[in-house]
């Protein structure tokens, strides 16, 4: 078994890097950093240093691996140290707006571009991204957030347009989204404080959840958007 994980020095990806290293013994793991190189080490484990927005970058990775059984992008922002999400839309800042897009839609669709072809098998191969509920637009019923919204929302949507192509190109491979809840990381830690404790998950349970969900989906289930408990979320 061969895996991918993009952002695999963040909390999810980290988790989910040491979670296939215990119950996947004869799994190869390729995981990414943006930065600083993660210090776990393990003959299993090849780090890569990635920006997933750069199409060069992406381009250069996947001449550097020859086949996936798996691929899951868990990188992302919702914040930057001098920028919250809006709480309204007067709040708007078109630099912020880009930055999500190219944080939370290019990678995916880069991805999608270069590793088409090493997902490509006579066996199930899966090619995941990790969404957020917020960026369905049937569910939306407080507003705000405009940014992260709209760029979840344009994910779902490069994740539903993947799948119909890969549906002929890839007919075996399982394209999905997938929404992990608010998680204990970086990522949600300004906003965790009105967070019910049962309702804030740490990275290890969200890694089992989607080490679950994989083993119940099959290409037939390509399309879909899935939070961590395995209940469908409208698109």
């Not at 001098?82 to 991805?111: A, C, G, W, Y």
């Not at 019923?141 to 949507?157: D, E, H, V």
Request: positive net charge; hydrophobic residues 40%; charged residues 20%.
């Amino acid at each position: 078994m061969k895996i991918l994980i993009i952002g695999g020095s963040g909390g999810i990806g980290a988790a989910l890097v040491k979670l296939y290293l215990a119950s996947k013994p004869e799994a190869i793991i390729h995981a990414t950093y943006r930065a600083h190189k993660p210090i776990l080490e393990n003959t299993r484990v090849n780090w890569f240093k990635l920006d997933a927005a750069s199409e060069q970058d992406v381009r250069s990775l996947a001449d550097s691996i020859p086949s996936l059984d798996i691929l899951i992008n868990a990188a992302g922002i919702l914040h930057l140290p001098n920028r919250k999400p809006e709480k309204s839309v007067n709040d708007f800042n078109p630099d912020f707006f880009h930055h999500n897009l190219n944080s939370n839609v290019v990678p995916t669709i880069n991805l999608a571009k270069y590793f088409a072809s090493h997902l490509k098998s006579k066996q199930n191969t899966y090619f995941i991204a990790l969404s957020a509920r917020i960026g369905s637009i049937e569910d939306n019923k407080i507003g705000g957030w405009i940014s992260y919204r709209c760029s979840k929302a344009a994910l779902n949507m490069a994740i539903k347009t993947i799948s119909i192509e890969w549906k002929h190109k890839a007919p075996n491979c399982c394209v999905l989204a997938f929404q992990p809840g608010t998680t204990d990381t970086r990522l949600s830690k300004p906003f965790q404080k009105n967070v019910p404790s049962t309702k804030l998950f740490t990275p290890d349970y969200v890694a089992h959840c989607l080490l679950d969900l994989l083993d119940t989906v099959k290409p037939t289930d390509s399309g879909r958007f899935f939070s961590y408990d395995r209940t469908e979320i409208p698109w």
